[in-house]
């Protein structure tokens, strides 16, 4: 369960998982960089990260590419909806976001 709350306190981390649970199909790396608009190494690093936690299966596609799923969509976007409300964790991305200026 650490490496689980461990990987939400990232929020790419997070914008990551979301697509995957809301994909049902999986994705690959190229596709989740587009679709979190982060460079493809830093999502390869944040499905590692969720692979590692048991959140994302990783699986091979027929064209030989690394296919990412979540296993239990519904349950994973309840997780991070409330996670997401969580007031301390809307006060660490904003310092965050700051930060980053």
Known sequence: MRKVYATFQN????????????SGDGMTSGDLAKSVGRPRSTTSECVAGLVEASLVNRSLAVDGQCLY????PGRV?????????????????????LWDL
Request: positive net charge.
């Open 77 to 97: 976007l309840q997780l991070l909806n409330g996670f997401e409300r969580n007031l301390l964790t809307v006060a660490t991305d904003n310092f965050v976001e």
């Open 69 to 72: 799923k979540v296993g239990e």
């Open 11 to 22: 929020k790419t981390a997070r914008k990551v998982l979301r697509a995957l649970a809301q």
